[in-house]
Each structure stands twice: as C-alpha cells, then as structure tokens.
C-alpha cells in the first residue's frame, strides 16, 4: 500500500507558475514510476507527465510543450511537477499516481495508488 498526497495547487495568473508536490508514504516510492494526471469536470482524467523509477526517464503529455518539469526525490518519497506559462486551460485537479514500469505510464487505468489530488486554477 502507498498513500499519496498531492500539495501545492491554488489561484495564479496566467503566465504564473506553481510547484505541485506529491508526498508518499507505505512501502517504497522509489520502486514505483510515477504520473501526474489532470482532469476536468465532465473530462477523463489526461496524462500530463510520468518519470521513471529512478528519475532516468521522463515523459511529457504534447500540450505540456515545454512548459512543465516532472521530477523526483526518492530520499524525501515525494515527486514534483514543475509548472510554468501556466494558461487557463491548465485548469483543472492534478491528480499523482504511482505505476509498476513505464510500458502503460500514459494509462490511467494502470495505476496503482491514487492521490486525491489538487486543485489548479489559473485566471486570465
């Protein structure tokens, strides 16, 4: 079992930036990769961006272009997306989640511990 907490959303401006960070705890965050998903109301849940176990490999969604760093500290147990020239359409709850391998880091479905996530609103 691996209990997820996300922190870090709330209200910027567009072209603002926010640091979300999603802390583990229970058995070992770093055997795990991990994603960041967003999901807006009467939307699927979207990948946004997963890194590998060791941090070695990263993944990022198209839209992100650029604009978003996923990143790691396995000897604190927390990961991190770094967001940046956030836009309205960035709006939604970033949820974090954690996966077995990097061959279905893109689907939802297969991961295994969810975080209840954090809410990101960004005023034009």
Do not use: H
């Amino acid at each position: 079992q691996v209990q997820l907490v996300e922190s870090g959303g709330g209200l910027v401006q567009a072209g603002g930036s926010l640091r979300l960070s999603c802390a583990a705890s229970g058995r070992t965050f770093s055997r795990y990769a991990m994603g960041w998903f967003r999901q807006v109301p009467g939307k699927a849940r979207e990948f946004v961006a997963g890194i590998s176990f060791n941090g070695a490999t990263t993944d990022y969604a198209r839209f992100v272009k650029d604009r978003f760093t996923i990143y790691r500290d396995n000897d604190k147990n927390t990961g991190y997306l770094q967001m940046t020239s956030l836009s309205p359409e960035d709006t939604a709850v970033y949820y974090c989640g954690v996966i077995e391998g990097l061959l279905r880091l893109r689907l939802g479905t297969s991961y295994l511990y969810w975080g209840q996530g954090t809410q990101v609103t960004v005023s034009s």
